[in-house]
């Protein structure tokens, strides 16, 4: 994998979740990390080229701990396979907490898949045709 794919530790996305973000038992819902995710992979896909991904796929995911409201929450993305038309990148999640900002947990980590498609939703190739983008490139 060349390293240019790699993440850094700076996360592709770090936020605090809020009230508005819980389920009906005051944590944070399921849902609301699965939409963080799917954005937090897609940042790390552009990284190929800035081309239109939609998602085509989620890998079998866990929560073995809950998010807090207040919590610093992180998701780290690798791409983690180039294919022809798709990307699949992998998203760690985790959660610094608001009661112990010392205490860091692992929230879960999901593979997804993008494919690359065209202006009619055509799967097109990820790599070869267009520039890689300079989104990320280290300031001078
Ligand atoms: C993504 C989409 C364009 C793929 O179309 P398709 O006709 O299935 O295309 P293909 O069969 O040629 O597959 C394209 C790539 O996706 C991969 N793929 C297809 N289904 C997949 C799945 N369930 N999981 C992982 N990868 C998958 C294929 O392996 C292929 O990868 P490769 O080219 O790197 O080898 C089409 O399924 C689609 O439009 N899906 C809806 C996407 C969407 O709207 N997502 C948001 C949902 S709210």
Redesign the pocket.
Known sequence: MPSAFRSPRDPAIRTILLPKDTNGHGTIFGGVILSYIDLAGAVAARRLGPHKY????MDKIAFPEPVYVGDVVSFYADVNHI????V?VKVRVEAQRFADPNVTVKVTEALV?Y?A?DAG???IP?KGGLPRTTLFAKKK
């Not at 939609?54 to 796929?57: C, F, K, S």
């Not at 294919?83 to 798709?86: A, D, F, I, P, V």
Request: aromatic fraction near 0%; charged fraction near 5%.
């Open positions: 939609v998602t085509v796929g294919g022809t038309t798709s699949t898949t494919v498609v939703g055509r799967p990820v």
